[in-house]
Each structure stands twice: as structure tokens, then as C-alpha cells.
């Protein structure tokens, strides 16, 4: 029996938000935490009623929402719960070909932040602590082993490196500030469980590979040029909307959460059967 990649992903993001609120202190509240699972909860539930779905599928937003706790810093409890709709809405709203355009959690902080300025993504709140780097990576190797999505973070996560080696040696910067800087929690779980999104991310490996190859320039572009410090959530948002171009040009199977058996429809949407496409999605 092949278990559904997603339930890694839930337990890894669910023992790392149990570290992040219990050794680290991550200035998230419980009550905080609970309004973004139920509210996250609560619209997939409406949009699988309201667009008549077979069935009520809790893992993606699930994920969505654990990632929102792990990222999302608010004093307000209606901007969390907002957060949690318009990453769960976005799935179900802005689609081309049978996919979702944006990844859920990137596309939900990308719009509070420049939306809200009581809405932001430390990123230092995850520390520079080597061991956490080192278990952030072990974990988030599992996921994307499992959904087949390896090719994209080590590309990503190879390209970044050069971006910041190159640039360190171009200012003439010792060795340990590069280092530093990729020395971060917070953007391996960007490379691990956001841009490794395997429904967002283009079908063919090659696409891939050039899609992270554009998510890292344009990051580095807004964060060294704009000197924007969120400019890898920037990038992937911008570079989704070349993900169908690179599917057209070089294409590619689409990936599926779970395979079909013999008869029945092809799953879509993060693993929901889909029976007949609505016009308005």
C-alpha cells in the first residue's frame, strides 16, 4: 500500500510547528493557531459544497494551514483567519488548466503582507541554529522524495547557493556571510514544502529545473536590488504565473496525488475527483 505523501507532509509541518511553539517561542498564540486550521477547514468545506465536489478533502488545506502557522505573523485573529481563506479560496478561484495557478500558503502571504502592515514573515524567528537547519532537511527530504518534487528544491537550493557565493565574492565579503545567510530555517522550509508544491510547479523535469532557476534570480534580484527581505515569496508568485508557459513548451506529465483506478475520473485538484470542470473555476 502506498501512503498519500500529503499525510508526511501534515506530520512534518505539525512537529514543526510543536518545536516552533515549544522551543522556540514563535510569537504565534495557540488561539491563533486554532482560528487558521478551522477557518482553513471551514472553506474547503464551503467551496466543496458551493462548487457541488463528490467528496470534502481536508489534507491540502490542511497543509495550507500548517504552513500559515509556521509563517504568518498577525496580532489579528480576523487577518489570520483571512489568510487562511485566500490561501484555501486561491485554489479553487484562480486555476488555468486544471490546476491552480498559485501555491495556496506563498499566494495568502504575499497578499496580507503588502495588503496589511500588521501582517508580516520573520524569517529570523526560525533562528540560524545548524542542528534546525539540519532536521529542517532531513524532514522536508522525506516529502519531496515521496511526491517526486527532489529535482526542483536542490535545483533551487543550487542556484540560491551560487546567487549568494557569487555575490558575497563580488563585494568581497568573507565566506561566513554567505554561509549565514543560507544558514536560515525559514528558507528551507520555503525550498522543502512551498516551491516543491507539486501541483503548482511545471509537469516535466526540465521545466522544472528552469522554474527554479527563475524563482532564485528574480529573489535575488528583489532582495538585493529592492532590498526586499521576503523576496523568495515575491519570486514564487511572480514565477507561478510562467507555469503554464513552460508546461506548453515543455511538457510533461501532470502529476496526480492519487492515481485513478480503471473507470473512474481522473483526480484533480489535490486529489478531489473531479467529474465535470465548472466554467466559473
Known sequence: MVIDPRYYQIGILGLLLIYGLLVLDLEIQPEQVLWILIT????????????????????????????????????????????????IGSKFLI?????????????????????????????GQWGRDLLLVLLVACLGMIVISRSRRSDITLAFLGFYT???????????????????????GALLIFAFFMISD???????????????????SVAGFIQ??????????????????LTPFIDHFLPGEKFAWEKPNAGNPLPDRQGECYEKTRATV
Open 95 to 123: 486555476r488555468w488548466n486544471n490546476k491552480h495557478v498559485f501555491n495556496p500558503t506563498n499566494f495568502a502571504l504575499v497578499i496580507l503582507i503588502l495588503c496589511f502592515d500588521s501582517a508580516w514573515v520573520s524569517s
Open 224 to 241: 538585493f536590488s529592492l532590498y526586499e527581505p521576503n523576496g523568495v515569496l515575491y519570486a514564487l508568485t511572480v514565477s507561478c504565473l
Open 40 to 87: 482553513a477547514q471551514l472553506t474547503q468545506f464551503g467551496f466543496t459544497r458551493w462548487l457541488q465536489l463528490p467528496k470534502f478533502d481536508p489534507r491540502s488545506a490542511l497543509i495550507s494551514s500548517l504552513s500559515l502557522c509556521l509563517l504568518l505573523r498577525t496580532d489579528s485573529l480576523l487577518l489570520a483567519s483571512l489568510a487562511a481563506f485566500v490561501a
Open 198 to 216: 507539486p501541483v503548482t510547479t511545471p509537469n516535466s523535469r526540465t521545466g522544472r529545473i528552469l522554474f527554479a532557476a527563475v524563482v532564485s
Open 162 to 184: 551560487v546567487l549568494i557565493f557569487g555575490r558575497g565574492m563580488w563585494l568581497g565579503d568573507p565566506l561566513t556571510i554567505p554561509l549565514h545567510q543560507l544558514q536560515n
